[in-house]
T-cell receptor
Framework: AQSVTQLGSHVSVSEGALVLLRCNYS??????LFWYVQYPNQGLQLLLK??????LVKGINGFEAEFKKSETSFHLTKPSAHMSDAAEYFC?????????????FGKGTHLIIQP | EAGVVQSPRYKIIEKKQPVAFWCNPI?????LYWYRQNLGQGPELLIR????????DSQLPKDRFSAERLKGVDSTLKIQPAELGDSAVYLC???????????FGPGTRLLVL
């Protein structure tokens, strides 16, 4: 069963518009949650992560995400899209307290920025 | 600080041939991971090492895949023989022991013809 679900394999927004990429997880206990970005022919770069504490997490390049336990969600947002944001975005989880467990990824969302 | 290094970046082989991928993790990172990323999918864990010990290889297809991490630093992932379905990007990642943040290399893109 899919334990990390990203809604929308492709999302298209205009430059300057709000970016919203959706991620839901399934887990018996709240996991650690991550967003990674992948540019063409490159590896994955960590945008942000939630482990504990404040549920609104700020990351690099102006991105942020909010952990909502009641909705089992960890959606990624950015107030104003830039052309350089065009990439593949992956939501991932790992077991809380599992230390260095392997990550479970969603299928990814391809973000397209329209000029 | 140097990131995770992988080589080769691209590899094209014919089916039934062997192939090997190499990974050098970030200095000081004792935990090393190999992931496979199929086209249009997220990465999937193949194997995780703590130093030289493989602590999670439950998703590694052991009939044709093997991995090693001699001396607990560099690692090699091998496929023998390769099949058409092995075409994918093979990603290596590393982390400090017990830490949740993983750092990924650029990957090796394998095409099996």
């Amino acid at each position: 069963a899919q334990s990390v679900t990203q809604l929308g394999s492709h999302v298209s927004v205009s430059e300057g518009a709000l970016v919203l990429l959706r991620c839901n997880y399934s887990s018996s206990v709240p996991p650690y949650l991550f967003w990674y970005v992948q540019y063409p022919n490159q590896g994955l770069q960590l945008l942000l992560k939630y482990t504990t504490g404040a549920t609104l997490v700020k990351g690099i390049n102006g991105f942020e995400a909010e952990f909502k336990k009641s909705e089992t969600s960890f959606h990624l947002t950015k107030p104003s899209a830039h052309m350089s944001d065009a990439a593949e975005y992956f939501c991932a989880k790992s077991t809380r307290g599992g230390g260095a467990d392997g990550l479970t990824f969603g299928k990814g969302t391809h973000l397209i920025i329209q000029p | 600080e140097a990131g995770v290094v992988q080589s080769p970046r691209y590899k094209i082989i014919e089916k039934k041939q062997p192939v090997a991928f190499w990974c050098n993790p970030i200095s000081g990172h004792n935990t090393l991971y190999w992931y496979r990323q199929n086209l249009g999918q997220g990465p999937e864990l193949l194997i995780r090492y703590e130093n030289e010990e493989a602590v999670d290889d439950s998703q590694l297809p052991k009939d044709r895949f093997s991995a090693e991490r001699l001396k607990g630093v560099d690692s090699t992932l091998k496929i023998q023989p390769a099949e058409l379905g092995d075409s994918a990007v093979y990603l290596c990642a590393s982390s400090f022991t017990g830490r949740e943040t993983q750092y990924f290399g650029p990957g090796t893109r394998l095409l099996v013809l």
